[in-house]
């Protein structure tokens, strides 16, 4: 069993910025594609966001990619989401979640073995 641990949600005026963490409670090899779920009221879980633990490789949703910024400490288990520019569409609950792969299919919950308990984000015009 992993845990993942969010912090860093909060609430910001639009153009602001925010830094997501992400902290996982062991190395385990079928978690290592991290990726950045946003939910928000009336909608499923949609992935913005996802980095690959073995090379480095990062996945970007269109609505994000150019203002957000994902990225890893091994050595610390930590998956970091800098978020810059933030726009009011960008609020919701941001969830850290952990599968074995990155495949084309990554903005989507299949294969998704471990889900943090979310952090909310609240960004205002």
């Known amino acids: 069993q992993v845990r993942l641990s969010e912090s860093g949600g909060g609430s910001v005026q639009a153009g602001g910025s925010l830094t997501l963490s992400c902290k996982k409670s062991?190395?385990?090899?079928?978690?290592?594609?991290m990726t950045w779920f946003r939910r928000t009221p009336g909608q499923e879980r949609e992935g913005v966001a996802a980095?690959?633990?073995?090379?480095?490789?990062?996945y970007y949703s269109s609505g994000v990619e150019g203002r957000f910024t994902i990225s890893q400490n091994n050595a610390e288990n930590t998956v970091a989401l800098r978020m810059a520019d933030l726009k009011p569409e960008d609020s919701g609950t941001y969830y850290c979640?952990?599968?074995?792969?990155?495949?084309?299919?990554?903005?989507?919950?299949?294969?998704?073995?471990?889900w943090g308990q979310g952090t909310q984000v609240d960004v205002s015009s």
């Open positions: 062991k190395y385990f090899d079928g978690a290592n594609c």
């Open positions: 980095i690959y633990r073995l090379d480095g490789s990062t």
């Open positions: 979640a952990a599968r074995r792969f990155c495949s084309s299919n990554w903005p989507a919950r299949a294969g998704i073995v471990f």
